[in-house]
């Protein structure tokens, strides 16, 4: 991958559109922007420069967008940023055009018989990290952003996009590397010419970034129910209307009801958007001793639903077992409207045939919600990479605390360890393997 090539690609969504968004990246642009705008002598724009001579960064000019021998391509809306007031930090071209798919070929063939190339997936955003414009924690939100649905998913990425993230990590970064080289530093003193709490100093502020580091990593079960959905499992014996209650939720008929029992004989999933949270609702095969193959299978994937269950809605009717099958559980008594009794304590009585108790079922879900995500209050979006090396900056202040005997060479070596950490979650420390993995999660025109 060459740093240095012009780059092309479709920045909006691909398929028909009223307009289209083409982003060209490269060095020494403005040439070319020029002739974008005016590609042949004496030919005037709508909005140009004064005296039309040269062009204006982020000016929006509206031209007839011309291939090499005078065709008109389209008409279209071209915008030039300077290097290094961009995205990328290189000089960028943005080409409003229509959205129609022979319209964006024959731009793309225009532009290659420019010598630029079409851009990898992430490319962009490459280059803006290596340009100094985005670290890792913003291309992580990025992504994220990119592929939010809910309203919490697009807060926690836009937070973590615009550089929420990054400063927490790069003020734990900072004490880090100033106490590993203090640390460092003193083994060139001898004991009496230090001060005489020296040691509790260093171990006090130590302990507050892994006390800062495990209330982090404490909010990941919050920080993933946010980005990947809240996992609710609905389950029960065959016959009590699990599929019914699933339906009814979800507002369609995407599971099948039936009063022949074992019905259900997968997981049928729906997602849902509860007060923007994103839920991921199951609708699992019926718990019962069986000798079918297939059924058993079911029965297998229910029990491996509620072990990964957020939530799990154990659905009986009046004759059923009350017997709890998670400590996540919010018991249901469905059929409500064939008896008379309420005595059930802590359940919750509905009809998913008349939609009677179905409010109060979902009033009580959106509690659970909200004790889970604590009411989307989550310091910083953590992913998997993420995660796995807050583990390791954790593991390492907590070595330099619980293993320091007066060596304050190891001692420093741990906590530079744990900078390091933070370093490659920021990609200040970083391997090409990281890299990749990151931006090949991104869209082409990103």
Same mark, same amino acid.
């Given at each position: 991958m060459n740093n240095n090539d012009t780059i092309f690609a479709l920045s909006s969504g691909h398929g028909k559109s009223g307009v289209a968004v083409i982003r060209i990246s490269g060095n020494d642009l403005e040439k070319f922007a020029q002739r974008l705008v005016l590609p042949f *002598?004496?030919? %005037?724009?709508?909005?140009g420069t004064p005296g039309g001579s040269g062009i204006v960064p982020r000016?929006?000019?509206f031209t007839n967008l011309r291939d090499d021998n005078g065709e008109i391509i389209d008409q279209c809306v071209v915008i030039y940023f300077a290097a =290094? !007031?961009? $995205?990328? %930090?290189?000089?960028?071209?943005e080409i409003q055009c229509h %959205?129609? =798919?022979a319209v964006i070929n024959k731009i793309f063939e225009f532009l290659r018989g420019h010598n630029m190339r079409v851009a990898t997936p992430g490319e962009f955003s490459r280059r803006a990290f290596y340009n100094g414009k985005m670290d890792l924690t913003d291309v992580d939100g990025l992504v994220a952003l990119l592929d939010a649905q809910t309203d919490k998913q697009r807060a926690a990425a836009l937070r973590s996009m615009m550089g929420g993230d990054s400063a927490i990590y790069e003020n734990w970064r900072d004490q880090m590397l100033e106490i590993s080289a203090y640390a460092a530093a003193m083994t060139d003193y001898d004991a009496d010419d230090? =001060?005489?709490?020296?040691?509790?100093?260093?171990?006090? !502020? @130590?302990?507050?970034?892994?006390? *800062?580091v495990s209330g982090v990593l404490d909010n990941y079960k919050v920080s993933r129910a946010i980005m990947c959905g809240i996992n609710i499992a609905i389950v029960g014996e065959t016959n009590v209307g699990k599929s019914s209650l699933f339906n009814r939720i979800v507002g369609a008929n995407r599971a099948i009801v039936s009063d022949i029992p074992g019905t259900t004989r997968d997981v049928v999933s729906a997602q849902m958007d509860i007060d923007g949270y994103m839920v991921n609702l199951s609708d699992t095969a019926g718990l019962r001793n069986t000798v079918d193959f297939v059924e058993k299978i079911g029965i297998e994937r229910t029990n491996t639903e509620i072990a990964n269950a957020d939530i799990v809605l154990h659905v009986i009717d009046i004759n059923g077992s009350v017997t709890p099958v998670a400590e996540n559980e919010i018991l249901v008594i469905n059929k409500s409207d064939t008896i008379d009794s309420?005595?059930?304590?802590g359940a919750i009585y509905v009809s998913a045939k008349t939609g009677a108790g179905i409010p109060e079922l979902m009033h009580e879900i959106r509690n659970r919600i909200a004790e889970i995500t604590n009411n989307g209050?989550?310091?910083?979006m953590i992913n998997a990479r993420t995660y796995d090396l807050l583990?390791? *900056?954790?593991?390492?202040? $907590?070595? *330099?605390?619980?293993? $320091?005997?007066?060596?304050?060479? @190891?001692?420093?070596? !741990?906590?530079?360890?744990?900078?390091?950490?933070i370093g490659k979650i920021l990609g200040t420390i970083g391997t090409a393997e990281i890299l990749d993995m990151t931006f090949s999660q991104l869209c082409l025109g990103k």
């Open positions: *002598a004496g030919e %005037g724009v709508r909005r000016h929006a000019y =290094p !007031h961009s $995205f990328t %930090g290189t000089d960028i071209i %959205g129609a =798919p230090l =001060p005489p709490n020296i040691s509790d100093i260093i171990l006090e !502020h @130590i302990k507050t970034l892994y006390t *800062a309420r005595d059930i304590r209050e989550s310091t910083v583990m390791t *900056a954790r593991d390492e202040l $907590f070595a *330099a605390l619980n293993d $320091f005997n007066g060596d304050y060479d @190891i001692l420093s070596e !741990h906590v530079r360890y744990a900078a390091d950490a």
